[in-house]
């Protein structure tokens, strides 16, 4: 088998492809690697991928556009070793036949966690009482206790139903918090394999009630500012907005302003714009929890592991534990 290893040298390529992983790939076949300190071209990956069975591809990898396809008559499978692989391949891909995995089971189940953290640590005013005692403060009197809220019977809003969404759902359900579930793409078997979750079409309706909101949806065209002004004025009060999705899904601007208020409270991972401009306003606010998009790094070792599984899996025949149709590819983020 002939792989190419399209990351680029840097920070990245240390941390997802060291020694011992370029080692498991030679085992597989003759390894080509980008060795410049930048993403390849097109042009330049269109004659890379020449003779090529397998490409592995990353963050910052190029796009295997149509063009780059044309010089890639032996290519069979594709490991991206992040999420979505919406603008890392094109349509083509599958028309070719050519076979896509990557890692966006794994690293749903890490943000779903990640989500879960945030949550409790908004509802029990982790990052409050932390900064008091680290100051050298205590609580002053019993009522200090009455700020903290249980996750116990929470009402539960989350928007979108994808692999992390499913996830938190498992790690929810101990708590026994009563589930809605807002997403229009949703199939009549996929809700019935969750019984027990409310799965609605009024998204004002389900904001309305929810103790706490979570996005999970895609970014695309039809998600942008999907929480816009109209609905962030219908959270109830002292309600937790959680956003470990992508911060255009949200009118960031307005939730700002609203979060001034202290009204209701916000864990966002994600923003408009990263890095988060210093001088935001989010970062000094004591009703939000800032986390610099990392939800779903506590597993990031094992994310060029699961991807050489899958080539073994493709070498040998096998199905591939990873595998991402042609249309979950559509439905990933943009």
């Not at 796009?63 to 044309?70: D, M, R, S, W, Y």
Request: hydrophobic share 40%.
């Amino acid at each position: 088998m002939n792989i190419l290893l399209s990351v680029h040298e840097g920070l990245l390529k240390e941390k997802y492809f060291p020694k011992n992983i370029i080692e498991q790939l030679e085992k597989l076949g003759y390894v080509k690697q980008n060795m410049l300190d930048r993403p390849w071209t097109e042009e330049e990956l269109t004659d890379e991928i020449k003779d090529m069975d397998m490409c592995i591809t990353h963050w910052q990898s190029p796009q295997i556009t149509p063009n780059v396809l044309k010089n890639a008559g032996s290519l069979k499978f594709i490991g991206h070793c992040a999420g979505s692989v919406f603008n890392i391949i094109c349509p083509e891909v599958y028309e070719n036949g050519i076979k896509v995995s990557s890692v966006n089971k794994i690293m749903a189940r890490s943000v779903a966690e990640g989500t879960l953290a945030y949550i409790l640590a908004s509802r029990l005013k982790l990052a409050k009482y932390t900064a008091i005692t680290k100051n050298g403060g205590w609580k002053k009197k019993i009522s200090d206790y009455g700020d903290m809220k249980t996750l116990y019977n929470a009402n539960v809003l989350l928007i979108g139903f994808g692999d992390i969404a499913k996830f938190l759902y498992e790690l929810l359900s101990p708590f026994n918090v009563m589930l809605n579930v807002y997403d229009p793409y949703i199939k009549k078997d996929t809700r019935d394999l969750y019984p027990s979750v409310n799965f609605t079409a009024n998204l004002e309706g389900a904001i309305k009630t929810a103790d706490i909101i979570s996005i999970h949806a895609s970014r695309n065209p039809k998600t942008d500012h999907l929480i816009d002004r109209a609905r962030i004025d219908m959270i109830k009060n002292e309600a937790l907005l959680v956003n470990t999705a992508r911060g255009s899904i949200v009118d960031e601007a307005y939730l700002t302003e609203v979060l001034k208020t202290g009204r209701i409270y916000g864990a966002l991972d994600v923003y408009k714009n990263e890095p988060l401009d210093p001088g935001s306003e989010l970062r000094h606010m004591p009703n939000v929890i800032c986390m610099p998009h990392m939800a779903g790094s506590s597993v990031v070792s094992g994310y060029a592991k699961a991807i050489i599984n899958d080539m073994k899996n493709f070498i040998d025949g096998q199905p591939l534990e990873y595998e991402i149709s042609a249309e979950k590819a559509n439905m990933m983020t943009r």
